[in-house]
């Protein structure tokens, strides 16, 4: 039989998952969390604590707890980070940056974050593995008024998004996505241990605030053995899933949970 605080988290995360609260909400405080299931605040701070591992929710000191995911955020109708995909199937992420510089915008780095052509952004070249495998490069491109923010942050650290809440309380809301297919570069190839031309997917992708102001576009490619997309249709919903693919030693469905 399941302890009560492993009965509680199942039951809040049931209610992320339902939308009681959405993403960017804040959870109800532990005494009203207390009286509802009738237990103490310790009991709530456990339920509590195992959502926080799991992504679903960010803990900062003197805060409540506001939600950043659920588990259908496999799905690409809701936004959740490579390191909270990875951590909520049970796997290891990492990132390890191999450039990042300030930079002028682009005439696609203004369009796309809403700034004039010039403004200093930062550019961060980053390689993301999964279970210690190489699997994914992002090249993402930082708004001016949150690069200082992302400089701070250690270049191994597992998640920019966790971080972003825990130091500062951003979460990102909102994002929108482009999916296509490229063949591998000279240095795409060497940073992913695969043969120059092969199959990458890419996703562009921009994301904003809960106000819709632009955090960051990025253009992440995958390795296409190791991750793959899949649509799951329906009357009411059509959501993008992402999935780990067959070159991993155990394949598994992002859209599990």
């Given at each position: 039989?399941?302890?009560r605080?492993?009965e509680?988290?199942?039951?809040?995360?049931r209610?992320?998952?339902?939308?009681?609260?959405?993403?960017?909400?804040?959870?109800p405080?532990?005494?009203e969390?207390?009286?509802?299931?009738g237990?103490s605040r310790?009991?709530v701070r456990?339920a509590?604590?195992?959502?926080?591992v799991?992504g679903?929710?960010?803990?900062r000191?003197?805060a409540?707890?506001v939600?950043l995911?659920s588990?259908?955020?496999?799905?690409?109708?809701e936004?959740r980070?490579?390191?909270q995909?990875a951590?909520?199937?049970?796997r290891?992420?990492?990132?390890?940056?191999?450039?990042?510089?300030t930079r002028p915008a682009t005439a696609?780095d203004a369009?796309r974050?809403?700034?004039?052509?010039g403004?200093d952004?930062?550019y961060?070249?980053?390689?993301?593995?999964?279970?210690g495998e190489?699997?994914?490069v992002e090249r993402?491109?930082?708004?001016?008024?949150?690069?200082?923010?992302?400089l701070?942050?250690?270049p191994d650290?597992?998640?920019v998004?966790?971080r972003l809440y825990?130091d500062?309380g951003l979460v990102?809301?909102?994002?929108e996505h482009?999916?296509d297919?490229v063949?591998?570069g000279t240095r795409d190839?060497?940073?992913l241990g695969?043969?120059?031309?092969s199959?990458?997917?890419?996703?562009?992708?921009?994301?904003?605030?809960?106000?819709?102001?632009?955090v960051?576009?990025?253009?992440?490619?995958?390795?296409?053995d190791?991750?793959?997309f899949s649509?799951h249709?329906?009357?009411?919903?059509?959501?993008?899933?992402r999935?780990?693919g067959?070159?991993?030693?155990?394949p598994f469905?992002?859209r599990?949970g």
């Amino acid at each position: 039989m399941a302890a009560r605080h492993e009965e509680i988290a199942e039951e809040l995360r049931r209610a992320i998952d339902d939308e009681e609260y959405t993403v960017g909400a804040l959870l109800p405080p532990e005494t009203e969390l207390a009286a509802r299931y009738g237990v103490s605040r310790g009991t709530v701070r456990q339920a509590v604590a195992a959502l926080t591992v799991e992504g679903l929710i960010g803990s900062r000191q003197g805060a409540r707890r506001v939600v950043l995911a659920s588990r259908r955020s496999q799905s690409f109708a809701e936004l959740r980070s490579f390191a909270q995909w990875a951590r909520a199937m049970g796997r290891a992420a990492s990132g390890t940056v191999v450039r990042a510089e300030t930079r002028p915008a682009t005439a696609e780095d203004a369009t796309r974050l809403h700034l004039r052509t010039g403004t200093d952004v930062l550019y961060v070249l980053r390689v993301r593995g999964l279970d210690g495998e190489c699997v994914l490069v992002e090249r993402t491109v930082y708004a001016d008024w949150i690069a200082p923010a992302v400089l701070r942050i250690e270049p191994d650290c597992e998640s920019v998004t966790q971080r972003l809440y825990d130091d500062m309380g951003l979460v990102f809301a909102y994002g929108e996505h482009l999916i296509d297919a490229v063949s591998a570069g000279t240095r795409d190839s060497a940073l992913l241990g695969v043969r120059r031309g092969s199959p990458l997917l890419r996703v562009r992708r921009v994301t904003t605030t809960q106000k819709g102001r632009p955090v960051e576009w990025s253009d992440d490619r995958y390795r296409s053995d190791a991750v793959n997309f899949s649509i799951h249709n329906s009357i009411g919903s059509n959501p993008l899933a992402r999935q780990a693919g067959p070159g991993l030693r155990e394949p598994f469905a992002a859209r599990s949970g």
